[in-house]
C-alpha cells in the first residue's frame, strides 16, 4: 500500500488553476464552491494526488471515471485499484493499492483537554476512554483513536452509520500498529499502521495489505 503526502498550503504558489480547469466540470463546481482558500488547496491535492499515484503506482495518466458508494467513499467502477484521501491543517494524503483502504489524518488539537474527554465519552468505548485518562498525554491518545475509528469507517465504506463506541482500539506506539474490537471480540484483520507527521499531526491506514510505504511528494511535482 502506497501513502502519498504533501503539503497542499504551497500549491497556492504554483499554477493551480490550470490544474483545476482539468478536472470534470461538476468537480470544478465543487471547488470553486468553497469559502475558504484554505478548503479549496485541501480539496484540490486530493484530486492531484490521486492523479500523481495513478500515473507513478500503476502508469495509468488518465483519471478513471469516479463513482461513490452507498455511504459516499469513492471508488473507481470495474476496477481492482482502491483509493481514499483525508486533509487536514496543512496535509493532505491519498492512499493507494490493490485492497480496500481507509485512510485519515488529523491536525493536533493541544487547546482544550475537557472538550476532547466530552468527545471520548460521547464516541468511544470504556477501554478506550480508560487508555487516555492514563496516558501520559491524553490529547495525543485521544486523536490517535479517533484517526484509527476515521480510517476504519472510511475502509469499509460504511461511514458514521456504525456506533464508533463498538469499534474500540488498542494502539500499540511501539510497533506503530493496534488491535481492533468489534463488540469485545478481537479482530485479526485489517491492518492498521499509526504514525505522527510533524508532531503535530496524526496519521491512521486501514488495510488488508500490512506493508505500508510513504512517499512525500513536492507540490512542485504536482502542479507539472
Given at each position: 500500500?502506497?501513502?502519498?503526502?504533501?503539503?497542499?498550503?504551497?500549491?497556492?504558489?504554483?499554477?493551480?488553476?490550470?490544474?483545476?480547469?482539468?478536472?470534470?466540470?461538476?468537480?470544478?463546481?465543487?471547488?470553486?464552491?468553497?469559502?475558504?482558500?484554505?478548503?479549496?488547496?485541501?480539496?484540490?491535492?486530493?484530486?492531484?494526488?490521486?492523479?500523481?499515484?495513478?500515473?507513478?503506482?500503476?502508469?495509468?495518466?488518465?483519471?478513471?471515471?469516479?463513482?461513490?458508494?452507498?455511504?459516499?467513499?469513492?471508488?473507481?467502477?470495474?476496477?481492482?485499484?482502491?483509493?481514499?484521501?483525508?486533509?487536514?491543517?496543512?496535509?493532505?494524503?491519498?492512499?493507494?493499492?490493490?485492497?480496500?483502504?481507509?485512510?485519515d489524518?488529523?491536525?493536533?488539537?493541544?487547546?482544550?483537554?475537557?472538550?476532547v474527554?466530552?468527545?471520548?465519552?460521547?464516541?468511544?468505548?470504556?477501554?478506550?476512554?480508560e487508555?487516555?485518562?492514563?496516558?501520559?498525554?491524553?490529547?495525543?491518545?485521544?486523536?490517535?483513536?479517533?484517526?484509527?475509528?476515521?480510517?476504519?469507517?472510511?475502509?469499509?465504506?460504511?461511514?458514521m452509520?456504525?456506533?464508533?463506541?463498538?469499534?474500540?482500539?488498542?494502539?500499540?506506539?511501539?510497533?506503530?500498529?493496534?488491535?481492533?474490537?468489534?463488540?469485545?471480540?478481537?479482530?485479526?484483520?485489517?491492518?492498521?499502521?499509526?504514525?505522527?507527521?510533524?508532531?503535530?499531526?496524526?496519521?491512521?491506514?486501514?488495510?488488508?495489505?500490512?506493508?505500508?510505504?510513504?512517499?512525500?511528494?513536492?507540490?512542485?511535482?504536482?502542479?507539472?
Amino acid at each position: 500500500m502506497f501513502v502519498f503526502l504533501t503539503d497542499n498550503t504551497k500549491l497556492k504558489y504554483t499554477d493551480h488553476l490550470r490544474h483545476l480547469r482539468e478536472l470534470p466540470s461538476e468537480r470544478q463546481q465543487t471547488l470553486r464552491s468553497f469559502r475558504f482558500e484554505a478548503d479549496y488547496l485541501a480539496s484540490l491535492a486530493g484530486d492531484l494526488l490521486l492523479k500523481y499515484a495513478l500515473r507513478t503506482t500503476y502508469g495509468i495518466d488518465a483519471m478513471p471515471m469516479i463513482s461513490t458508494g452507498e455511504n459516499g467513499k469513492p471508488f473507481f467502477p470495474d476496477s481492482d485499484i482502491h483509493f481514499n484521501i483525508s486533509h487536514s491543517g496543512k496535509y493532505t494524503v491519498c492512499a493507494m493499492g490493490d485492497t480496500p483502504v481507509g485512510v485519515d489524518i488529523q491536525e493536533i488539537d493541544t487547546d482544550d483537554q475537557k472538550q476532547v474527554l466530552s468527545i471520548a465519552h460521547h464516541f468511544f468505548s470504556e477501554q478506550e476512554i480508560e487508555s487516555i485518562r492514563k496516558s501520559s498525554d491524553m490529547i495525543d491518545r485521544f486523536f490517535t483513536i479517533w484517526c484509527l475509528k476515521e480510517s476504519y469507517v472510511k475502509y469499509t465504506g460504511t461511514g458514521m452509520i456504525v456506533p464508533l463506541d463498538s469499534i474500540s482500539f488498542a494502539p500499540d506506539e511501539s510497533s506503530n500498529s493496534a488491535e481492533l474490537f468489534i463488540d469485545g471480540q478481537k479482530q485479526s484483520f485489517p491492518y492498521f499502521f499509526i504514525t505522527t507527521i510533524d508532531d503535530h499531526y496524526r496519521f491512521s491506514i486501514c488495510s488488508d495489505d500490512r506493508s505500508v510505504s510513504m512517499i512525500d511528494v513536492d507540490p512542485l511535482e504536482l502542479a507539472r
